[in-house]
């Protein structure tokens, strides 16, 4: 298996750029690659759990959780909605972690947020489910 230093002085004999700073910086990018999907995956326990109390459906958590999935439409009939639905879910992640190793006090706040989050979040859900259920393209029996 080649070293990472040969794998670079290929990649800069084949690369349109001739310059060292573009290959670090696209080295320091494709580096951090790893990072990012570990980071993306940290979620999917936690959003789990969302599922397990009823907050949002079980198959919602793999395209909200996925890398690549949640920035698709992933079955809504619109894209944009789905992609608030991820915002939404990320954020009562990020403060599910943040809540840990916390005082009392203050993880009763965040306790707060993360109901307010998974009230929007299911109302979010709701109004997708019943938009699909409606539209004219399940009416054609």
Same mark, same amino acid.
């Given at each position: ?10 990649? &800069? ?6 310059? @060292? ?5 696209? @080295?320091d990018h ?10 993306? &995956? @940290? ?5 789990? *759990? ?15 959780? *996925? ?16 992609r608030e ?27 707060? @947020? ?6 929007? &979040? ?7 489910? *019943? ?8 009416n054609h029996?």
């Amino acid at each position: 298996m080649p070293s990472i230093a040969e794998l670079r002085e290929r990649a &800069l004999a084949d690369s349109p750029f001739d310059d @060292e700073k573009t290959a670090g910086i696209l @080295e320091d990018h494709f580096a951090a690659v790893p990072r990012r999907i570990a980071f993306a &995956l @940290e979620r999917w326990p936690e959003l789990a *759990h969302e599922a397990a109390i009823g907050v949002i459906d079980a198959d919602e958590v793999r395209t909200t959780a *996925h890398p690549i999935l949640r920035f698709t439409r992933a079955g809504w009939s619109d894209a944009a909605a789905h992609r608030e639905f991820v915002r939404l879910a990320n954020r009562i992640a990020l403060r599910k972690r943040q809540q840990r190793n916390r005082p009392d006090d203050t993880a009763r706040l965040y306790q707060l @947020e993360i109901i307010k989050l998974r009230m929007q &979040l299911k109302e979010m859900a709701n109004i997708e489910r *019943h938009t699909s259920e409606g539209s004219p393209s399940s009416n054609h029996e």
